[in-house]
């Protein structure tokens, strides 16, 4: 293993999250990953902590995100331990101390905060599908200091 000085470390650090800061992720030098993982569209949104563990050959997706739970009256407090050949879908949540077995699927979008067993595959329930009459679905923000709505690029004020 390469040793650098203490200042040279430093800069390496901050070299890393400079770069990772680019990407808008977080992946702490202070993860353990046993070897490199598969991220197939990028680091775009990825966030690993560092008490995280990362078994070999894992597939990681966009905006996955991979978190300690540090809440102190916690029963799952600490970071979660991945397996071997897990496969984390775009979006999916895996917080606190969890263990997620080897050869797992975890869908997209998924939360996952218990352990999942070895050849196991995760998946959120079946999305509700609630009708409603005349939504409004505007954009609303304050541009300027006027309250307003944006269509086709433009902003229209609202008087309220």
Known sequence: MLKLDPTRKQEAINKYYDFLNKKG??????????????????LSGIFISGGATIGRNC???????IGSNTLSDSSSQGAPTIGDNVYIG?????????????????????????????????????PRIIRKENMD????????????????????????
């Open 25 to 42: 992720s977080w992946i702490s030098h202070g993860a353990k990953i046993l070897s490199e993982p598969i991220f197939p569209h990028g």
């Open 59 to 65: 597939v990681i997706f966009q905006q996955v995100t």
């Open 90 to 126: 775009a979006g999916a949540k895996i917080i606190g101390k969890v263990t997620v077995g080897n050869n797992v699927r975890i869908g997209a979008n998924a939360v996952v905060v218990t352990d999942v067993p070895d050849n196991s595959v995760v998946v959120m329930n079946k």
């Open 137 to 160: 679905n505007k954009f609303y923000n304050i541009v300027n200091g006027v309250y307003g709505y944006h269509i086709d690029g433009k902003f229209f004020p609202v008087d309220k």
